[in-house]
C-alpha cells in the first residue's frame, strides 16, 4: 500500500509531507500527484489508510487538491466520522478497468465505485466535488439503459444516520447516488450535473435512486441530467424530498417497482414537496412493471410481475415549465409500446395526491392515469392543479391534433368522480413515459 503515515503535529502536517497525514483522531489526505511530478497515480490506497485509521470516532480530510481515483472505494462501517470534501476527486475512465471491478449493489444487477456509510457520519462538501468523469461513460454507452458494470458513483450502503450536505457531483458515471439498506439519512444543498457535449445522451445518470430504506430526505437540491431527478424505488419509506429543481430531467418518481416477484415493493409514506421541473419529460409520476414477467436482454429490463403496495404519496407544490408528461401513473412501464398485459400489474396504489400544480405542458396532455384492471385505485386526488399547454399560453393551437384543450386521461380510479381530477379521456393502456406528440 503506498501512503506513508505521520503522527506528527499540525505544524509539520501544514508541510504536506506525506499522503495522509494524521493528528489525534483527524486524517488528512493528499494527492500523490503532489510528489510525482503531477503524474495521475491512484489516490484511492490513501483514502482507504484515511478510512482506516479515522474512519472510527474521527474526521477525514480531503484537502484542497484533485486526488485520482483509479480504483473502487470501500469506506463503509464508518462509525462517529466526519468526513470533509475540500478537493476534487476524479474518478478515472477505464471503462475495461471499473466493469471487472465495481461493487454489486445488488438491485437490478446494478454497480457502484464507491460504497460509502457507517454509523452517525457526516459527509461534507466544503468547496470539494466529485467529479465522475462521465463523458467517456455517455460517449461509450450510446444511449442504451442500464449497461452492466456503469457505476453508480457513490452509494450510501448500510447507513444509520448519516448526513451528506453540500454534496457536489459532476458528470456521473451512471446514477450520481443510491441509498440503499439505510435509515436515517438526508441529503441537503445537494447538486448534480450530468451534461453531454456530444451527441450521446446522459442516459441513466439518475441523481438521487433509494431502495430498502428508511426515513430519509432531500433537501435543497439542484439536478441536472438524463434521467430520473429523484425515483424512490422499493421499500422506500418515510421520505420527505423539499426544494429540489431538476432540469432536462425525467422528473420525480415512485418506481420503477414490480420488477421482481421475489421482491414485493413497499413504499409508503413519501412526500416531495417544492419542486421546480424544467424541460423535464416527466413530472410527478408513479411508474410499475406489467404483472407478467418479460425478458429484455438488456441489464436491468428484464421483470414484471413483482407485488406490493404505494400507498400515501404526495407531490405538493409543483412548478413545471415545459414537461413531456406532466402527471402519470403507468403501470406498464417497459411493455407499454408492445401493448402488451399493462392491464395486468397486480401492485396495489392508493392515496395518492397531486396538490398545487401549476405551469405549462409540452403537448397537450396534462396527465396519464391508468391503474391495472387487477388493482383499481382508490384514493387519487388532485387538489389545485392547473396546467396548461405551452402552445395555450402563446396563444398558438395544437399541431396534429383536434383536441386544443389539455387531456386529462384515467382509468380504474375508484371513485373518480370525487378525485377532484377533471378526468376528459380513457387512459389507454399503452401510453408511454416518454410522449413525443399532442394528443390526436
Ligand atoms: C490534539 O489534541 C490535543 C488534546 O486535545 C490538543 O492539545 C492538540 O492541539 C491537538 N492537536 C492538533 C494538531 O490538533
Ligand atoms: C467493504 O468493507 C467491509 C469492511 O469494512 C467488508 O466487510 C465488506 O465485505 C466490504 N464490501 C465489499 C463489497 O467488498
Ligand atoms: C485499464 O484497466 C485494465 C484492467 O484493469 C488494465 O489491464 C489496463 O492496463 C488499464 N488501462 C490503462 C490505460 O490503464
Ligand atoms: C450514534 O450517535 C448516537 C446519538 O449521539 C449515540 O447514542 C450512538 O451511541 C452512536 N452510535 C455509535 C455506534 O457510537
Ligand atoms: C481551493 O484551491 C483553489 C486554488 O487551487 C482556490 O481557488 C479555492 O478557493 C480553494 N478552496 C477552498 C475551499 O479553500
Ligand atoms: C452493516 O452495519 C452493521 C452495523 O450497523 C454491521 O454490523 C454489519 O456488519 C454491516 N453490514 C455490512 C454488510 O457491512
Ligand atoms: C451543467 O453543466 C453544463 C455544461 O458544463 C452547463 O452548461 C450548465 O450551465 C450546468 N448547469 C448548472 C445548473 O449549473
Ligand atoms: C432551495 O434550494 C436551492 C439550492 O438548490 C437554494 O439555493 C435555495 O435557497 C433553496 N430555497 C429555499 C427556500 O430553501
Ligand atoms: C436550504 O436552503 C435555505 C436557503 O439557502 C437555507 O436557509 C436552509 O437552511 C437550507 N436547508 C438545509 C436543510 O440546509
Ligand atoms: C420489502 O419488505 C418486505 C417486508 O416488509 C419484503 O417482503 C420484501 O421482499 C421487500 N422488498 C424489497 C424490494 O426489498
Ligand atoms: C407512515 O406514517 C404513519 C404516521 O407517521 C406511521 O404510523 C406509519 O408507521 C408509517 N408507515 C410506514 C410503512 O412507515
Ligand atoms: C403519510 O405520510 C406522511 C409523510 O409523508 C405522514 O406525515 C403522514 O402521517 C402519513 N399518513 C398516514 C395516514 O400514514
Redesign the pocket.
Known amino acids: 500500500m503506498r501512503g506513508f503515515i505521520s503522527f506528527i503535529s499540525l505544524l509539520l502536517a501544514t508541510r504536506v509531507c506525506s499522503y495522509v497525514v494524521t493528528y489525534n483522531n483527524t486524517c488528512e489526505i493528499y494527492p500523490e500527484s503532489l510528489h510525482h511530478d503531477g503524474k495521475d497515480i491512484d489516490d484511492a490506497p490513501s483514502i482507504l489508510q484515511a478510512f482506516d485509521i479515522c474512519g472510527k470516532d474521527g474526521n477525514v480530510i480531503f484537502t484542497?487538491h484533485t486526488f485520482n481515483v483509479n480504483s473502487v472505494l470501500n469506506t463503509t462501517n464508518l462509525v462517529n466520522c466526519d468526513v470533509s470534501l475540500?478537493?476534487e476527486l476524479k474518478f478515472s475512465t477505464n471503462i475495461t478497468y471499473w466493469r471487472e471491478n465495481v461493487f454489486s449493489v445488488i438491485y437490478q444487477n446494478q454497480s457502484t465505485a464507491w460504497l460509502f456509510g457507517g454509523e452517525n457520519v457526516t459527509l461534507r462538501g466544503?468547496?470539494g466535488w466529485i467529479n465522475g468523469n462521465g463523458q467517456t461513460w455517455y460517449t461509450w454507452n450510446k444511449n442504451k439503459g442500464n449497461q452492466f458494470g456503469r457505476p453508480i458513483s457513490i452509494t450510501f450502503f448500510n447507513s444509520t444516520n448519516l448526513l451528506a450536505d453540500g454534496l457536489t457531483i459532476l458528470q456521473p458515471q451512471f446514477w450520481a447516488t443510491l441509498v440503499w439498506q439505510s435509515q436515517n439519512v438526508s441529503l441537503t444543498n445537494f447538486f448534480v450535473n450530468a451534461t453531454s457535449d456530444d451527441e450521446w445522451d446522459t442516459t441513466n445518470t439518475d441523481g438521487y435512486d433509494s431502495w430498502r430504506s428508511d426515513n430519509l430526505r432531500i433537501e435543497n437540491a439542484t439536478i441536472t441530467n438524463g434521467d430520473d431527478c429523484i425515483a424512490a424505488k422499493g421499500n422506500t419509506t418515510n421520505l420527505l424530498v423539499r426544494n429540489v429543481t431538476c432540469h432536462g430531467s425525467a422528473g420525480i418518481t415512485v418506481g420503477s417497482i414490480g420488477q421482481y416477484p421475489d421482491w414485493p415493493d413497499y413504499v409508503q409514506n413519501v412526500t416531495f414537496d417544492n419542486v421546480h421541473c424544467l424541460g423535464c419529460a416527466d413530472g410527478a409520476y408513479i411508474k410499475t412493471w406489467q404483472g407478467v414477467p418479460t425478458d429484455h436482454d438488456s441489464n436491468g429490463d428484464s421483470g414484471g410481475g413483482g407485488g406490493g403496495l404505494v400507498k400515501n404519496v404526495t407531490f405538493s407544490n409543483f412548478d413545471l415549465e415545459h414537461v413531456g408528461l406532466p402527471i402519470q401513473i403507468s403501470q406498464c412501464i417497459y411493455s407499454e409500446s408492445d401493448s402488451k398485459n399493462c392491464n395486468t400489474s397486480k401492485l396495489q396504489i392508493e392515496d395518492v395526491s397531486w396538490v398545487n400544480f401549476t405551469g405549462t405542458s409540452r403537448y397537450n396532455i396534462a396527465a396519464s392515469l391508468y391503474c391495472s384492471d387487477e388493482v383499481p385505485c382508490p384514493g387519487i386526488k388532485f387538489d389545485n392543479v392547473s396546467i396548461q399547454s405551452v402552445n395555450e399560453t402563446l396563444g398558438l393551437p395544437l399541431w396534429n391534433t383536434t383536441l386544443q384543450d389539455e387531456v386529462y386521461q384515467c382509468t380504474n380510479l375508484v371513485g373518480q368522480n370525487s378525485s377532484g381530477i377533471p378526468c376528459n379521456h380513457v387512459a389507454p393502456n399503452n401510453y408511454s413515459q416518454t410522449v413525443r406528440e399532442n394528443v390526436k
Open positions: 484542497n475540500q478537493g466544503e468547496g
